[in-house]
């Protein structure tokens, strides 16, 4: 079961169950199942999460979750399973907003709810990671994480001279110092990679650099996607279009274009 039952079925759930953590912080004992605990109180392996699980860690934290906790767990929990990565605050706020209104979504809220903070408590009782802005990760770890090929054709793989300055990117083409940026540097990026830019490219440029000094992070494409379809529509924001302007990928290689850090997750499935 991936979200959680009404909180009533879950307290009779909670009745006669055993739960013991033995005096170990680093494991939970629950009807004579051992579920491990990371030393951060995260789960060890996040498929081991259950809705009477959460219940006991937030019992152990000196929480007991109402009808809005569960609100805010179970949609860190959808977009973790849409996305195969957990929302960062603005993007939690934002999801929250549009289900239960900005009442809801406001940081008073939030906190009121989560004492420890939604990002760290919300989401380890949640069993999904912890979000990170792209600049709390090393880039170079990354790229490497996702399997990016350093022989891509096409794409600067180490430093090249523009008007003068040396302009150091890392093995994905994604720039280290994202100041060097300007239309000008896209152009050449961009032609380095065999693409004209038109007044389409540069709408999903342009978005992808909004999204990400708003939010922090460079989005994967099917963040991507739904952002743009929300607010420009459908034409262009669609995997179709966004692959005829992007062929090595609208995330990976658009990310390059726009002089951002390589997206975290599944890039472009």
């Known amino acids: 079961m991936f979200l959680a039952t009404?909180?009533?079925?879950?307290?009779?759930?909670?009745?006669?169950?055993?739960?013991?953590?033995?005096?170990?912080?680093?494991?939970?004992v629950i009807n004579g199942n051992t579920v491990n605990l990371r030393n951060d109180g995260r789960l060890e392996n996040i498929e081991d999460w259950t809705p009477v699980l959460?219940?006991?860690?937030?019992?152990n934290e000196g929480l007991s979750l109402s009808e809005e906790h569960?609100?805010?767990?179970?949609?860190?929990?959808?977009?973790?399973?849409?996305?195969?990565?957990?929302?960062?605050f603005k993007l939690l706020r934002k999801e929250l907003s549009k289900k239960y209104g900005a009442e809801r979504a406001s940081v008073e809220a939030l906190n009121a709810?989560?004492?420890?903070g939604v990002q760290h408590q919300g989401s380890r009782l949640a069993g999904v990671p912890l979000?990170?802005?792209?600049?709390?990760?090393?880039?170079?770890?990354?790229?490497?994480s996702v399997n990016f090929p350093v022989n891509e054709a096409g794409h600067f793989n180490d430093q090249f001279d523009f008007n003068g300055k040396s302009i150091k990117v890392y093995a994905s083409g994604n720039l280290v110092h994202l100041e060097d940026w300007s239309e000008e540097l896209a152009c050449v990026l961009a032609q380095k990679e065999g693409i004209e830019l038109s007044s389409d490219h540069w709408i999903v440029v342009n978005f992808l650099r909004k999204f990400y000094f708003q939010y922090g992070v460079a989005p994967m494409v099917?963040?991507?996607?739904?952002?743009?379809?929300?607010?420009?529509?459908?034409?262009?924001?669609?995997?179709?279009?966004?692959y005829q302007l992007f062929p090595a990928g609208p995330a990976k290689q658009g990310s390059r274009i726009a002089g951002l850090p390589s997206p975290q997750g599944c890039i472009d499935d």
């Open 131 to 144: 979000a990170h802005l792209d600049a709390e990760l090393d880039q170079a770890t990354r790229v490497q």
């Open 54 to 59: 959460a219940e006991q860690m937030a019992k």
């Open 222 to 242: 099917k963040i991507l996607i739904k952002q743009m379809s929300e607010e420009l529509g459908s034409e262009i924001a669609n995997k179709k279009a966004m």
């Open 70 to 88: 569960w609100d805010v767990i179970n949609t860190m929990r959808e977009y973790y399973k849409a996305y195969n990565l957990s929302p960062i």
């Open 113 to 116: 709810l989560f004492s420890n």
């Open 6 to 28: 009404p909180q009533k079925m879950i307290k009779d759930l909670l009745i006669g169950i055993e739960i013991n953590n033995g005096g170990n912080m680093n494991s939970l």
